[in-house]
């Protein structure tokens, strides 16, 4: 390709870049608005933030208008596939930055940057959704990593927010250095970069599986960072525990689901053949990965229950059941059908709702009682019934009951496994064997807030709960409920964001 | 009055939703508002037996709506006469336990605001004709059920043995075991729902009527056929449910632990779900598994197992309540054995037999609650000569006992007998030697029914309860229209009996002829 050929295509690209070159902007305006607001710890940089992310969201809209294609000469994809995603990025952010608005436990520090670095991390989440490029996709996740290790390690004073930092860096730079191997050993086996090439020379010759696999392996060691899945699930324990509360909730979506875009991006493009006629991908023949993936996803999902129903404190449990969730939604990937990948759509924007909800209601109780272990959790249903009731609705939606959200998300997850057959029944039940694990551990908190007296010394008072924080939980908690009673909408939107560049 | 299912699966949650209006220091006012729409409940009840043609086997005040395209999912309701029984059950128990709830005095409005869910899952439950509705109904009970027992049921209390029993703990075993059986349908009903197609549409779908044809069902799976596999993950689903022999420990520790109007619901009502499931979804739809002789012996044995061993149990039980709760485990023992002869007769007495046991353990479980609430206590032993102290009260627990153990002239006795008969006759299997053995079941339970009420009733009054005041008005007006009912449904059985009968004559057919015959399915042996 001729150079003036890029160049066009790099200038023509900007028009459908228009979403992240304002968040680019916004960034940049933030910067310097802390500066000159600098002295007062004034609400407008949340102001600013909010704004801004309203302008990126019409942005964002606008792009289902202007059609799918690859920009900067394919590094980048807009489709609708990523459009879905950025719109539950900026979603996340919104919502994130309500909740910090609140959150008493960031009130002692400037929040001029806080909102700046979230607003970068939004941006490397756009990145990852679209990014086609061995090399973006890097770039893109080492974007989202390093801004969150700051943003975890926000509360300086905090002896574990910074413990949870520094672990985070170390696991970050691991699986990054891991990821960077595998890429290297793809592209000597294929030449290229670009994933639909790297797609074509995988199907159109024999390459030798050993070597590939490796490289798949090692490379999913970067993304199973990113989504916390076994074995690479570590860090996040501590890192959810340790980082502000707000900080966890945007951790235990963003990212993840980031990670999910580009799992489903990287692995259908390059790593399988798609059959038009029947709306399913096929596994390239030298690499069974859909197995492999299986296997994570049971392990992921078992482990993370199991070791949740140990843990004393909620913020580290809902850490665990996040771990949990992501094995859930990679069912869906495991299945190579575009009825997965919707699966997998649906039950990210399902889990926002849940798992968000219950975060905010952790926010709400560490802020007024001052504690997150269970055993201070006891009685709160007499004392402030309003979060209790939201968190019954959010727990039971996590364990995937009807009539909640989270049925309808594990359904269609299932419903996508049974479909593909006998070979995947036994993930069917060891995937439905972990609901009623995670009942047991989410009863618990429910056990402690309902059926459990009030502990001696503390006063049966009831507790004020602010209108802003009923507010917010209605947000969050009526559509846990409704979208479980009427999710056709829901499911039109996941549907129709299936589509990704270029097999469509 | 088209949509008369809606109204009466919905009335509940529209009076639990005006209780959440109802300010906190009204209780009356909240309990008044929950009788007012489960009576409004019981009238639709009653106006659906007055209208439900008895002469075919028809589904009736049919409702179908599109719910979920996109997915062939659909909202579509309807009842026969193997619904109409338990959908008058319903609405009688759930009436009678706001009455018998009346004392309630912890949160009442969280209280009825669950019981009306609780309520309305049931019914939904019993009128769905949807798979996929069904199970929603069927989960939605368990969250109400969950918190009606764990908040309103005994507190915890640590036992001699350092373990942790009470409402909480029956909560969430209830919760676990029931959840656990359910994720088998779930998965069996995914299953069935991607091996069948619409006739109209050729989409697949949910549609139980449509589930029961027999082309769509094939395939083999380890070595078995396919329908087994489904019969016995939709078998593990339903018989957590009755409950059926191993998988009934849940059973004791829930009914004792709930308060009372909640036991008398999960004894006299969630008790029917597993064995209506049976009939409802396991039997037409998968007939050629319940011929398979393994799994109809299979069932008839672990009838007898459950009718002996729940009567041994209670016989060995020193609390009344956990005596009624394993009288259920044995009766309901009856229900499977009735039905897995396949006969006209069984199957007639087994669907009798859930109802009069709805109404006769209803009766139990109150008269336990009567008694607690004045001596605080259950325990059998602890009682004695209280005929002489409250003569009504004893009248009562007689009429209750004697329909326990199935005397003539009692509703159980027709359809125990009816059941026993049946399975005794089966043409299909020989079941002959197992109802035999069965039948001593009775002997037992007259044993320790009224060994109880000897201990309990005669011979000298004990001093500690010479001031026990009698039971009341308020008491009365719940056990008395159950009492009725017992006695009239057993001198007169012909209103339960017409009204069932025709569909469940029909279901009989139904397994007996449907689709390839049982030997393609043997022949992979």
Not at chain 1, 75 to 93: G, H, N, P, Q, R
Request: proline share 4%; glycine share 8%; hydrophobic share 55%.
């Amino acid at each position: 390709m001729a150079l003036s050929d890029i160049i066009r295509d790099n200038i023509n690209s900007l028009n459908y870049f228009l979403p992240e070159l304002l968040l680019t902007g916004l960034v940049l305006l933030m910067i310097i608005a802390d500066l000159l607001l600098k002295k007062e710890r004034s609400p407008w940089m949340s102001i600013i933030a909010l704004i801004g992310s309203g302008v990126v969201l019409f942005a964002i809209i606008n792009q289902y208008e202007l059609g799918s294609r690859s920009i900067f000469n394919n590094m980048l994809a807009v489709d609708e596939f990523s459009i879905f995603f950025k719109l539950l990025f900026l979603a996340t952010t919104i919502l994130v930055i309500f909740l910090s608005i609140a959150s008493v436990e960031l009130s002692g520090r400037s929040v001029g940057e806080y909102f700046t670095l979230l607003m970068i991390l939004t941006l490397g989440l756009f990145l990852m959704a679209s990014a086609t490029h061995m090399i973006t996709i890097f770039i893109a996740i080492e974007l989202v990593s390093i801004i969150s290790f700051a943003l975890v390690t926000y509360l300086k004073t905090r002896r574990r927010s910074s413990e949870a930092g520094l672990k985070y860096a170390i696991y970050g730079a691991f699986s990054s250095g891991l990821m960077l191997y595998g890429i290297s050993i793809l592209y000597g086996l294929t030449g290229t970069l670009n994933i639909y090439e790297i797609g074509e020379v995988l199907a159109g010759r024999d390459t030798n599986s050993l070597a590939l696999l490796i490289s798949v392996l090692l490379i999913m060691a970067g993304f199973g960072y990113k989504i916390a899945s076994v074995p690479f699930h570590f860090w996040s324990p501590d890192v959810y525990e340790g980082a502000p509360t707000p900080i966890t909730a945007f951790l235990s979506i963003g990212p993840k689901a980031a990670g999910f875009a580009v799992i489903i991006r990287f692995f259908n493009v390059a790593l399988s053949n798609y059959d038009g006629v029947a709306e399913q991908w096929l596994a390239l023949s030298n690499i069974n990965w859909p197995q492999i993936i299986a296997v994570i996803a049971a392990a992921t999902m078992t482990l993370g229950n199991l070791v949740a129903i140990a843990q004393d404190n909620v913020k580290r449990l809902l850490a665990y059941s996040s771990i949990a969730h992501a094995g859930y939604a990679l069912l869906g990937v495991v299945v190579l059908s575009s009825q997965g990948v919707y699966a997998t759509l649906f039950y990210l924007v399902v889990y926002y709702f849940m798992n968000l909800g219950a975060f905010f209601v952790v926010i709400i109780f560490q802020d007024i009682i001052g504690s997150e272990k269970i055993d201070d959790f006891k009685g709160l249903a007499s004392r402030a019934p309003i979060p209790a009731i939201a968190m019954g609705v959010f727990l039971f939606s996590l364990t995937g009951l009807p009539p909640t959200a989270g049925f309808i998300g594990k359904f269609y997850l299932f419903a996508a496994l049974i479909k593909a057959g006998p070979e995947f029944y036994w993930l069917a039940i060891v995937g439905l064997l972990n609901s009623v694990v995670a009942l047991y551990y989410y009863a618990r908190i429910l056990k402690a807030m309902f059926f459990d007296k009030i502990s001696e010394g503390v006063s049966p008072e009831p507790l004020k709960i602010s209108p802003y924080y009923v507010t917010l939980l209605a947000v969050l908690g009526i559509p846990t409920i409704l979208v479980g009673l009427y999710w056709a909408p829901l499911a039109n939107l996941a549907s129709h964001s299936v589509h990704f560049l270029p097999t469509f | 009055m088209s949509n008369v299912l809606s109204w009466i699966t919905f009335l509940p949650i529209i009076g639990a939703l005006l209780i959440m209006f109802v300010p906190k220091s009204n209780k009356s006012l909240v309990k008044i508002i929950a009788a007012l729409f489960t009576g409004l409940q019981l009238v639709l009840a009653i106006w659906i037996y007055m209208n439900f043609d008895q002469s075919t086997s028809q589904i009736q005040f049919r409702e179908q709506y599109h719910w979920i395209p996109s997915f062939n999912i659909e909202y579509f309701m309807g009842i026969d006469g193997l619904s109409v029984p338990m959908v008058l059950l319903t609405a009688f128990l759930s009436f009678i336990c706001i009455f018998a709830s009346w004392k309630i005095d912890k949160s009442v409005k969280g209280y009825f605001a669950m019981f009306l869910l609780l309520d309305t899952g049931m019914m939904g439950v019993f009128c769905s004709l949807d798979f996929f509705l069904f199970y929603i109904f069927w989960e939605v009970m368990l969250l109400p059920m969950y918190f009606l027992i764990g908040i309103w049921g005994s507190p915890s209390r640590v036992e001699a043995n350092g373990a942790v029993r009470g409402g909480p703990y029956a909560a969430i075993k209830f919760f676990l075991y029931t959840l656990f059986g359910s994720i088998f349908m779930l998965i069996a009903m995914l299953v069935l729902y991607f091996n069948v197609q619409d006739p109209v549409t050729g989409g697949h779908t949910f549609n139980m009527l449509h589930l029961m044809d027999q082309a769509n069902h094939s395939g083999v799976l380890l070595n078995f056929d396919l329908r087994l596999w489904l019969y016995a993950a939709l078998f593990l689903g339903f018989a957590i449910k009755v409950p059926v022999f191993p998988f009934h420990t849940w059973l004791p520790d829930a009914h004792v632990e709930a308060p009372t109007a909640v036991s008398v619901i999960l004894a006299g009502v969630l008790l029917k779900m597993g064995t209506y499931g049976l009939l409802r979804i396991s039997f037409p739809i998968l007939p050629d598994a319940m011929r398979w002789h393994y799994f109809a012996y299979g069932l008839a044995i672990l009838g007898l197992i459950n009718i002996l061993y729940g009567a041994f149990c209670a016989m060995a039980q020193k609390d009344l309540k956990k005596l009624v709760a394993y009288s259920s485990i044995s009766h309901m023992g009856i229900v499977l054995l009735g039905m897995s002869g396949l006969t006209a007769m069984g199957m007639n007495g087994a669907v009798m037999q859930m109802f009069n046991h709805g109404t006769g353990t209803a009766m139990l479980f109150l008269l336990v609650g009567v008694i607690y609430d004045r001596a605080h206590h259950r325990q059998i032993d602890g009682f004695g000569g209280l005929a002489v102290r409250m003569p009504i009260y004893a009248a009562v627990v007689a009429i209750a006992f004697f329909a326990g153990l199935g005397l003539p002239g009692f509703s159980s006795f027709i359809s125990e007998a009816f059941s026993f008969l049946g399975a005794f006759g089966s043409e299909m299997f020989d079941l002959r030697l197992i109802t035999i053995i069965s039948t001593f079941g009775i002997i037992i339970t007259a044993a320790y029914f009224l060994w109880t009420f000897q201990r309990m009733f005669l011979g000298e009054l004990n001093p500690k309860y010479a001031e026990l005041p009698e039971i009341n008005g308020r008491e009365l007006f719940t056990l008395i229209p159950v009492a009725v009912l017992v006695v009239l449904l057993g001198v007169y059985p012909a209103p339960l009996l017409n009204l069932m009968q025709s569909s469940l004559n029909e279901l009989v057919e139904v397994v007996k002829t449907a689709g390839p015959s049982s030997s393609t399915l043997l022949g992979l042996f």
